[in-house]
């Protein structure tokens, strides 16, 4: 059974940070792409960043230079480290992985950025 577990989400104010994992279990993790996605209220989920299982990495134009994407396969880990955070970026993150037609999706877990 392919499992995507998402954790470190939480409440934070503008210009914190916060780091978020997410650990699978069931796929052979190193030759997945791995990314992370958002869904805020209202609106459609979005890219935030990804990296390939060749650990290049991709970002929203918003979240460049505050974003951090990285990948540890011994640990099956997928990891975004997220610094200067604002309020926009108040969503539902979910953790994706893909290998060719194969797509897996995480639960999520929510961020809010509030004072």
């Known amino acids: 059974q392919v499992q995507l577990v998402e954790s470190g989400g939480g409440l934070v104010q503008p210009g914190g940070s916060l780091r978020l994992d997410c650990t699978t279990s069931g796929i052979m993790f190193s030759v997945h792409d791995m990314g992370w996605y958002r869904q805020a209220p209202g609106k459609e989920r979005e890219l935030v960043a990804t990296?390939?299982?060749?650990?290049?990495?991709n970002y929203q134009d918003s979240v460049k230079g505050r974003f951090t994407i990285s990948r540890d396969n011994p640990k099956n880990t997928v990891t975004l480290q997220m610094n200067s955070l604002k309020p926009e970026d108040t969503a539902v993150y979910y953790c994706?992985?893909?290998?060719?037609?194969?797509?897996?999706w995480g639960q999520g877990t929510q961020v809010t950025v509030s004072s």
């Open positions: 994706n992985a893909r290998n060719g037609f194969r797509v897996y």
């Open positions: 990296i390939t299982k060749g650990y290049s990495t």
